[in-house]
């Protein structure tokens, strides 16, 4: 596709349930990662995918957080048992390759009440 | 790991004036220094970058410097307009994938 594309762009969820957000990066960027932005602060490093392996997940802040990319192009971030810290914009960018730059996505905003 | 931290934090401008921001870096190694450029409700948009091998880079009017020994690197607008009102990002890279963003400046041209 043309750009990042996320969704949903906005998701409001009950504390304690489950939610994915799901990110379609450039057709033929083989790298993807996810990246967390709080209210008012720069994104925040959470994995980085070549292909379909997670190369870095040193970034996902407890085991309630996972991410997935089987075919080596979608991705989805799965969180557990979700609570109000959360709450957040979840950004998904991809590169060509390693050391390029990064296209980022118009994020998901997640909210939980 | 990396720290980046960012200054102002608030910018504003009469338009047509220069804008300046000024970022730090702590980890020496960091090779790739991108700024990006958010508005709201988007995600972060690259608007320019430079890498540790350069001193300067120029894009009509926006420009970066780096200074490696002082570890810090800055973002030039000159000319600014009203489409420049923004939240800007700097970042810095140590590996090849992973950046470390700083907290942002908005910046506000008034009209």
């Known amino acids: 596709g043309a750009g990042v594309s996320q969704t949903p762009s906005n998701k409001v969820t009950e504390k304690g349930k489950y939610v994915e957000l799901r990110c379609d990066p450039i057709s033929g960027h083989t790298a993807l990662y996810w990246y967390r932005q709080s209210l008012g602060q720069g994104p925040e490093f959470l994995i980085y995918?070549?292909?379909?392996?997670?190369?870095?997940d040193s970034g996902l802040p407890n085991d309630r957080f996972f991410a997935v990319r089987p075919e080596g192009s979608v991705s989805t971030l799965k969180i557990q048992r979700t609570e109000r810290g959360d709450s957040a914009v979840y950004l998904c960018a991809s590169s060509r390759g390693l050391g390029e730059g990064y296209t980022f996505g118009s994020g998901t905003r997640l909210t939980v009440v | 790991g990396e720290n980046v931290e960012q200054h102002p934090s608030t910018l504003s401008v009469q338009e047509g004036d220069s804008a300046v921001i000024k970022c730090t870096y702590s980890?020496?190694?960091?090779?790739?220094f991108p700024w990006y450029k958010q508005e709201l409700g988007k995600g972060p948009q690259l608007i320019i970058d430079?890498?540790?091998?350069?001193g300067e880079k120029k894009d009509q009017r926006i420009a970066v410097t780096l200074n490696k020994t002082a570890k810090h690197f800055s973002l030039h607008i000159t000319e600014t307009q009203p489409e420049d009102s923004a939240v800007y990002f700097c970042a810095a890279r140590v590996n090849d994938y992973k950046l470390s963003f700083g907290a942002g400046t908005t910046v506000t041209v008034r009209a």
């Open positions: 995918f070549q292909g379909t392996g997670a190369a870095d």
């Open positions: 430079i890498r540790s091998n350069v």
């Open positions: 980890d020496s190694a960091s090779n790739y």
